[in-house]
């Protein structure tokens, strides 16, 4: 009897445990957590505001992207820069801004693809009331990453959008 006392309780503690599990999924998909956790706080001088970094796949020589989650608080944004082997970025929640050198800046929201070309000047970030959230892929890290230059100024930042 003692034996079936416990199966029954290790079966008790599956099922309860299954229950819990898939309410804890239901929650997630009730509240709309996104997929990827915003991760930590930035804190580089290649950023104005509160950025937040999930860094998901680091590089390697054969696939040559590096993927990561990046979060930008209202306000936030990357200062200029460009990527030599270019970027594509995946926006996943929110609104932001995108803006070429001496190209208007665009809208960017939910759902949007940029590809940012090789070598072209650009920033990226939030919108000044709106938190927005791109997975961004550098492309061809074996020609190269990043290279940072100055910040977006307030002006550049708050100038009309066309
Ligand atoms: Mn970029």
Redesign the pocket.
């Known amino acids: 009897m003692k034996y079936h006392l416990n199966y029954i309780l290790l079966f008790a503690i599956v099922f309860f445990a299954a229950c819990n599990n898939n309410q804890k999924m239901e929650e997630k998909k009730l509240h709309n957590e996104p997929a990827f956790p915003k991760g930590e706080k930035v804190v580089s001088e290649n950023f104005t505001g509160s950025v937040w970094l999930n860094y998901l796949a680091e590089t390697d020589s054969i696939h040559n992207v590096n993927i990561g989650s990046v979060t930008f608080e209202a306000g936030a944004r990357?200062n200029w820069?460009?990527?030599k082997g270019g970027?594509i970025?995946l926006v996943t929640e929110g609104k932001g801004l995108y803006q070429e050198k001496d190209k208007p800046i665009e809208i960017i929201e939910k759902g949007d693809v940029m590809k940012?070309p090789p070598n072209i000047e650009?920033?990226?970030g939030a919108t000044p009331t709106e938190a927005m959230t791109h997975i961004?892929i550098g492309t061809n890290t074996n020609i190269g990453g990043?290279i940072w230059l100055g910040p977006v100024t307030d002006d550049e930042y708050n100038q009309r959008i066309q």
Do not use: E, V
């Open positions: 990357t820069h460009y990527h970027q970025l940012c650009h920033w990226h961004a990043a």
